[in-house]
């Protein structure tokens, strides 16, 4: 059922207030106006504003199952993903080398302001979180969506913490009467992306109660980065040379002699760069003959995307109950039970293993060692790709008792319920080596007599261990190989992650009206909440110890409760006058009480003006807050390969080499910061060879925020079936939680000369950066703006069938992140049009039925992106003399893109509907993206991919 005016309203808001809300706009209206509908006990009016969906003090956007059924799309994410509103996709399914306790979960994110900055609820109630606050919306079978309503506006005072962005809502289905099955299957016209949805609803429904039951199952296999013209050749697109592939290959390689930077001439150990050899063995070579070797060249370097996926696959299996039943003329009882299961697969290229960032050099004393002294080699482990599955059980039960009493003349509604929701992660991984195996195989060997290489000596063995022969190449056969099942046993264990999240929530609500005004009654709603969020995330011991080529992580855990009580005012203030048809208040204030860090109150003011009946406006002033998740105060560390400018290396932008800050760290003048290959980096930023360490902060304090929203509803009686909207939006945060830069705290060390922010910062004795730790802090301040247009137009009846037409576009005018600039100075970024925070999105699309027939066509519109210049050479850099903030800041530009969705539905005679259809129909691309967002891939993350078929049979019975 899809609800106007105030039930829109209404379906957002706790119980309570909406029993109150509901008879408070009912008053000013005449019973007998077109459009009364009964819910529960409450008469929700169809709105004065001729087919208005929306009649609220903020912008509120509702998907009907109807609607939902018109996309070809398997999960509310997606979904979501293709609202204009819905900023860049959180941790994207092209995002493969992503790691950690949030990855393969779907999450959204509006207004681009952070999908832990966006409350996801189920019913009216939050969903289970991730330690780090990522709220996962594959829990929720599409089979069992009723609707979801969208609040585009900060609610921190109806919701408390996370709503700064907005609140997305998804409500299911209830008291179903009968039952569906429905199959769903498709794929990508490459061949590839299979993916399969099976789904079942039944219910029955009786005077007094209900019960519903929906059963999913769905499976999308995943897309390989070799079968895309945009990812198959390397990360500068199409036609990428192998001088841009690693150099860490699989063929395996050692240095001879091996290059030490930044000794000065005639010191010992001394070789320039130029003169530092990697030798590879000849095709058809002997392993042990040292002469069998030649040196590499770029032709040797190695594509780490053949082995990569694209598009991660996932496979979900759920399971939805919603019981209900009036216990009594007053009082009813709910309850909603979901259990879902969803498993996502990873896989990324073999581990670039280089012995000399390991400790693990090839010994003099290895059976394959050909130069008779300790080895510095390089290996891809090209025949084991790192794979990862990640699975996430969720449970969830959600009762509550709700009625209403009658007192003093006026009627009083109450709800009380529970939540409890339990989310069980376990992620195995395999294809990261174990550096306590490693440094056995590498170390003395012998090749016993049945030709199999051991480890130790003949007269010594040591039992269970089998030896590498890292400079065998990948293809080639023989002793010690990579190939070989017992190496590969020996040296890559199973790793295994496991991680459990809590949210136990009780509420209580009391709603009524307190007096009749002349305008109508003023209605109240008070409530108090108490939750309880408990998180743990545990790597592997592998992972804990640092014994493993992966990146390091230690465990998160820690829990926090608070006390909440709300309340909230709808006041009529005019009616029924001239210029006035309505003028109405609604004002509301949240205090909340934190065991981790103290407490916050947050409010809201709206109103709502009727001029005249065609025409509303509207408008909202909020506060907001987000609290810190479990992670960002109790969380393990995490390595990572960061990219970075070391500005004390000669070249690098801003250059302060041979500085004091920088000599007093004892780095070369001539020194050059060193990228992955240990060579001297050639542009910048560059990326470390060795891993930084990120971590929590147990100081933090609650981000804050303000918004504000102004807008219109306009349905002229002069063109009947048209309503436009039109809402300005405006949100400021502070303190936002943010990870200290690494460029910031090299800034602030050796340009800036602050010395404590040196304190992290480990050097090698050649001057290079081995290790830095950087942690969490209130460093964020934006502010971002812009405006939603909303036109729907449903033309007259007509012999050649039924047309209606829907505009939405998203136009952002503004979103500025503050930050410093070289010099340290406070600057403002001003990020529009960056990828993801397009100027412009907009979805066109129009519907036609004819009887058992329909058809949806969707446009959907992305405004051109521009990204920082990778080279300045022609065709790279199209904006090669462009200054920001008094800095030289060169940028490359791309255009705009559109993509089409068809979908062609039919209703058979025998209580069936078939609908084929297409995602991106005319199988548009869009343009490289060599900063690789939301991506690793030079290709926007939120693109499609190709063209989508799929077919759909969805049996009533």
Known sequence: MKFRNSAVRLGLLPAGIAMVLAPSFASAQDSAAAGATTLDRMEVTGSRIRGADIETQQPIVTLTRESLEQQGFTSVADVLQNLTSAGSPAISRAEALASGENVGGYYIDLRNLGATRTLVLMNGKRLGATTAGYQDLSQIPMAAVERIEILKDGASAIYGSDAIGGVVNVITRKRFDGAEAQVYVGQYDDGDGDTTTYSFTMGAEGERGGLTLSAEYSKQEPVWAKD??????????????????SATNEKGSFCNPCSTPNLKKDEPGYVSNDDAKWFTLAEGGDPANKNDYRPMTTEDNV???EQMMLMTGIERKSVYINGNYDLADAVSFNADILYNERNTEQQIAGYPYQSRNMGTPLTADSAFNVLGSDMTFRRRLWEMPRTTDSTL????????????????????????????????LTKTARGDMSLLASEQALGASFIDADGVARCGTAASPIAGCYAWNPLLPYGVAGAGSLADRNVQNFLFPTYTDTGITKTTMFTADLAGSIMTLPAGDLGFAVGVEHRKEEGRFVPDAFAQSGYSSGLASTTTAGEYDLDEVYLELNIPVLSDLPFAKELTVNVASRYSDYSNFGDTTNSKIGFTWRPMDELLVRGTFAEGFRAPSIDNLYGGTGSSFESYIDPCSVGAPGSVAGNAACTAAGVSPTYVQLNQNMAGCGSWPCQTPDEFISGSNANLKPETSESTTLGLVWSPRFVAGLDISLDWYRYEISDMIISDSVDRILRDCYVLGNTSRCEGVNRAADGHIDGMFYGLANLGQMETEGFDLGVKYRLPETAYGNFSFDWQTSYLSKYDEQNQNSAGEDITIGSVGSPGLFRVRSNFGVNWNLGDWTVNWTSRYYSGMKEGCISLDAGWCDLADRYANGEWDPQRTTGSNTFHDIQVSYKAPWNATIAVGANNVFDHSGALQYSEPNSNYSYYGGFDIGRFMYMKYTQKF
């Open 393 to 424: 059980k969720t449970l969830r039960f959600a009762p509550s008792l709700s009625g209403y009493f009658d007192a003093a003349g006026r009627t009083f509604d109450w709800n009380v319920g529970a939540m409890w929701n339990r989310n069980e």
């Open 228 to 245: 895309r013209w945009f990812s198959r050749d390397g990360a500068l697109g199409p036609g990428t040379t192998p001088d841009y592939w």
């Open 303 to 305: 594509n780490g995307n």
